[in-house]
């Protein structure tokens, strides 16, 4: 019997998804765990594995079309097989999943488009979802596209084209931003991820009971042996000093599970894994990539691995696995001269670390002030898990390995 493949739920907040592209086409043969399409959600472009083997009998979406979670996506099946659609759907679907087929995208709706004009009229424009939403994103004005759809309708292809001829004749390309002169105001809408922090944090910080700890450790020897590591290592090998911090941080949470937890209801679930989350910088907002049981890992594999999975998520394709999972998460800004700050919790954690430059200041040894490195690190941790003595005793348990690097070799 053929398989139905679904729009799959990516995050435990995602409500849609956009298939941005097929990896493997209608007819060709697919294995159990092949990359079948790339799927972009309100946080990055991930990469979507097969869960059956078998022939994909049909693609039931094009290329950047948006569906809800669950909706129907491809037929995967023997060669061959006769496939109809609403008998191989379960019986949960609604009526409207029911009646896709391969057909339906967002290019057969076309609703006209209200343009308003310069003179205060108001001219109607065919477009489908997908145009408008480009058009929208690029600041296009439709009126000046030409529609080659039928009826004259605007589809995907004719916003593309325009935005290619404009920037073939030499003009300046359409861009989301608009250059902002002195004494102007500029109205930018939020972008999806930008939405999808905002919201996330919001819930954060208004839900969550936050209270926050900060430590200030010495980094010598973590930095001198960071050095005599990369020493012989070729520049894209090279350990970080968030490598170092991550690992820390893994064996300090074995002793403080309530850190390494979440909430559900009224309970607190207390981690079997230690999984790292990660903050990475991306255009537009961060990504969380996750480290899984960084305790158990040396500190090459989680270099490395940290590494391959910043990699992925720059060049805009990751694994669900690369940004799903994390049970204690790392903001560290340490790279661009931050000297101390707090970060709000990534929820359903019940805890982050927050981690600054390592900064050469003086100190006081023996009454005798000199120079010296120190590192401020901030936990944001959750009143309704741990209080402020925990938080404290995990900060200096965290000092022990921060400050003596090489019990994390």
């Not at 290019?107 to 310069?118: A, D, F, G, L, Q």
């Not at 929208?136 to 084209?161: F, H, W, Y």
């Not at 691995?305 to 903001?331: C, Y």
């Not at 600054?356 to 120079?371: F, L, N, T, Y």
Request: with cysteine.
């Amino acid at each position: 019997m053929a398989n139905i493949i679904e729009m799959p739920k990516l995050g435990f907040d995602m409500a849609e998804g956009t298939l941005a592209s097929w990896v493997k086409k209608e007819g060709e043969h697919i294995e159990k765990g092949d990359v079948l399409a790339e799927i972009e959600t309100d946080k990055a472009t991930i990469q979507v594995e097969s869960p059956f083997s078998g022939i994909i009998l049909k693609e039931l979406l094009e290329a950047n079309t948006t569906v809800p979670v669950g909706t129907p996506i491809a037929i995967i099946g023997k060669a061959g097989e006769e496939v109809d659609l609403e008998s191989s759907m379960t019986s949960g679907k609604n009526e409207e999943q029911a009646k896709l087929t391969g057909e339906i995208n967002q290019e057969e709706t076309v609703p006209e488009v209200p343009i308003k004009e310069s003179d205060g009229s108001t001219a109607f424009v065919k477009a489908s979802p997908l145009a408008k939403a480009m058009a929208r994103d690029n600041k296009l004005d439709l009126t000046q596209v030409i529609g080659s759809g039928p009826a004259g309708r605007i589809v995907k292809r004719d916003v593309e084209q325009f935005i290619a001829s404009h920037q073939t004749a030499g003009q300046q390309a359409v861009t989301p931003v608009a250059a902002i002169q002195p004494g102007e105001d500029n109205l930018q809408p939020f972008s999806k991820l930008r939405k999808a922090i905002g919201n996330r944090m919001q819930r954060s910080k208004q839900n969550i009971p936050h209270f926050y700890v900060t430590y200030n450790y010495n980094v010598e020897f973590l930095l001198k042996m960071r050095d005599q590591i990369n020493k012989e290592r070729l520049k894209e090998g090279r350990i970080s000093v968030n490598d170092f911090i991550v690992k820390a941080t893994a064996l300090a949470l074995r002793k403080f599970p309530k850190l390494n937890a979440s909430i559900e209801g009224d309970a607190l679930i207390l981690h079997g894994n230690i999984n790292i989350g990660n903050a990475v910088a991306v255009e537009e907002g961060l990504l969380t990539v996750v480290c899984r049981n960084a305790d158990q890992k040396s500190l090459l594999q989680i270099s490395e691995e940290l590494r391959e999975m910043v990699n992925r998520v720059r060049d805009g394709k990751v694994a669900p696995e690369d940004i799903e999972g994390s049970t204690f998460t790392i903001s560290n800004l340490g790279m661009y001269g931050v000297e101390d700050f707090s970060a709000i919790i990534n929820p359903p954690e019940s805890a982050i670390l927050a981690v600054s430059s390592a900064m050469q200041v003086p100190v006081v040894e023996d009454g005798i002030v000199k120079a010296g490195m120190r590192m401020k690190a901030t936990i944001s941790a959750d009143h309704r898990a741990s209080d402020g003595a925990e938080a404290a005793l995990f900060m200096r348990e965290l000092a022990s390995y921060i400050e003596q690097p090489w019990l994390l070799w």
